[in-house]
């Protein structure tokens, strides 16, 4: 029997690229073959999103479109059988059964969870098998490990440290796709860690929806660390394994202890940058989001961590056009994102997701205001920005070379260890090599420099 081709789409966040990373590497050790070429894949799969009902809709377009396209080759190649779909993810754990009514071309449903069967679920629909759904848990010994060749980024890592969410914001679907908290043991993290560092690793990067509500099962793997969170004890046992840059995103403000701060200050290899939703600069919208934090605690933090010594870059999420945000508290956003210096922040206009507390509430600021604070709000962003980035200039900082620009083939690019993009000349053999770049240059996210 020929090897089977799989076709594999993945959409939304960090840890849906992570979940693909070891699906790929899973389907290769059983036999399977990953391909890029849609048109020659046996299965394909949809690695889905359900943050913003943009990208649910975004799946089923695409959907559409493999249907179509299968159903073109069929015509051309009547040899030819229709691939197998399956969908995957968070869209895949919340609606199940329904992705099979919605669309009859779906094969399986797999949840965020059962990810670690996906060639069990293939074998079983080649055997026959309808309508196949798997929304359980990870099953016992599942593994956290990607291959080489399946990284999305050849020297930077994704480790996972926690999975699901607990807080319950009340916009947010995450807490019900991707279920409660569940913190990996310690001491697993750190054989990752070493053993990426063995294989050439430069970067990695601890992830989870809260790093820093990070609580493991026992303390397997802390024992020499000290700290008052489990999560500072768990940077320092990462540093301590000598891999050359740590990240970690993304930080919950209410559980952003002092203790972080300090860890960084002592170990080098922790990197100065901090990712910190604060998604409003009103406490009555954050009262309204349980987000669990006011914006004197979230000050408070960002005050701690601009008296570091290590200079940390600060990026944050926001929402705009919360049910019943004011023009009052959309100012008050912007105060704060003027106070708080940060590097980028990502902001998204609020998107009603059904089963969430917020779903309750009137969707009442128009999508034309929506759009206006967005706008605003991404020009003050934008200020803010160049005014951080102005500081860079003329100053030298270490790049890890990623890849060659996507947009100017003689240069390179990379991210400083506060996680900025920085193009500048540079032939291919620095790929993986760590730089220094004078910077000279500062345009929207991105800066340019020359290799000193
Ligand atoms: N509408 C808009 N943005 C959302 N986010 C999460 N849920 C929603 C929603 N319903 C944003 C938050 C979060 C980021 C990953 O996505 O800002 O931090
Ligand atoms: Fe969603 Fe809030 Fe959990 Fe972040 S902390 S994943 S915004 S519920």
């Known amino acids: 029997m020929s090897v089977k081709k799989v076709y594999m789409e993945t959409f939304g966040c960090q840890m849906n690229v992570s979940d693909s990373e070891r699906i790929a590497t899973l389907l290769e050790a059983k036999g399977f073959q990953m391909t890029v070429a849609e048109a020659e894949a046996d299965v394909i799969l949809l690695n889905t999103c359900s943050v913003r ?116 914001c009340t916009y947010c679907i995450v807490p019900f796709s991707r279920g409660r908290e569940k913190s990996l043991v310690a001491s697993d993290i750190i054989r990752h860690v070493l053993k990426l560092r063995r294989e050439g690793i430069r970067e990695v990067h601890l992830i989870g929806q809260n790093v820093n509500s990070y609580r493991p099962p026992s303390d397997s793997g802390l024992e020499n660390f000290a700290g008052a969170t489990a999560f500072s004890r768990l940077l320092r046992a990462v540093a301590a394994t000598g891999i050359e840059r740590i990240k970690f995103t993304t930080s919950f403000p209410r559980d952003f202890h002092t203790d972080i701060v300090t860890a960084i200050d002592a170990n080098e290899n922790l990197c100065n940058w901090v990712h910190l939703p604060v998604q409003s600069g009103s406490n009555n919208v954050l009262r309204a989001m349980r987000r669990g934090h006011t914006i004197e605690n979230y000050l408070s933090r960002v005050d701690k961590i601009k008296a570091s010594s290590r200079n940390i870059s600060l990026t944050t999420d926001i929402i705009v056009g919360f049910p019943n945000e004011t023009e009052q508290d959309f100012l008050e956003t912007i105060k704060l994102v003027e106070y708080c210096q940060f590097t980028s922040a990502y902001i998204f206009k609020y998107s009603p997701r059904p089963g969430t507390p917020a779903f309750e509430m009137p969707d009442n600021v128009s999508a034309k205001e929506k759009s206006v604070r967005f706008l605003v709000l991404e020009k003050v962003v934008k200020n803010n920005q160049q005014k951080v980035f102005q500081n860079f200039l003329n100053k030298i900082f270490k790049v890890l070379v990623e890849k060659v620009s996507n947009k100017n083939t003689t240069q390179l690019s990379g991210h400083t260890t506060c996680q900025t993009v920085v193009n500048f000349e540079g032939s291919k053999e620095l790929l993986g090599k760590i730089v220094n770049v004078e910077i000279l240059e500062a345009k929207a996210n991105t800066l340019y420099g020359k290799i000193c």
């Open 53 to 168: 009902e943009k990208a649910e809709h975004k799946l089923y377009t695409r959907i559409g479109q493999i249907r179509k396209s299968s159903a073109d080759n069929l015509n051309n190649f009547p040899d030819s059988k229709k691939p197998v779909i399956g969908i995957l993810g968070c869209v895949a754990q919340l609606e199940g059964e329904t992705l099979f009514k919605r669309d009859q071309g779906i094969d399986f449903v797999l949840g965020t969870r059962a990810v670690g069967r996906v060639s069990e679920a293939i074998d079983n629909v080649f055997d026959g098998q309808k309508n196949l759904i798997d929304l359980g848990e990870r099953e016992f010994g599942y593994d956290w490990m990607v291959a080489d060749s399946h990284r999305q980024f050849p020297f930077v890592a994704f480790v996972p440290i926690i999975e699901g969410c607990n807080k319950f």
